[in-house]
């Protein structure tokens, strides 16, 4: 018997890897609550989210604190 898996590529959601570089601290409250709502507590900590358009939008509000690798 054989069986056939189609995958609906558009049904695959990318995810992208988000590490906290810079210190949150003294940043604009708008910013800490982009940090927050990516999941990002301390400095070096990693996080995946996926990729959709409000989570791009937090990510280029505070691009400037974070490293971001997409997979």
């Known amino acids: 018997m054989k069986f056939s898996v189609e995958i609906d590529m558009?049904?695959?959601?990318?995810?992208?890897?988000?590490?906290?570089?810079k210190s949150k601290h003294g940043r604009?409250?708008?910013?800490?609550?982009?940090?927050?709502?990516?999941?990002l507590r301390r400095r070096h900590q990693s996080v995946m989210v996926q990729?959709?358009?409000e989570n791009r939008?937090?990510?280029?509000k505070v691009s400037y604190?974070?490293?971001i690798e997409e997979s």
Do not use: F, Q, S, Y
């Open 10 to 21: 558009a049904k695959v959601k990318k995810t992208l890897t988000v590490t906290l570089l």
């Open 28 to 39: 604009t409250p708008g910013h800490l609550e982009c940090v927050h709502g990516l999941g």
């Open 51 to 53: 990729d959709t358009p």
């Open 57 to 60: 939008g937090m990510i280029n």
């Open 65 to 67: 604190l974070l490293r």
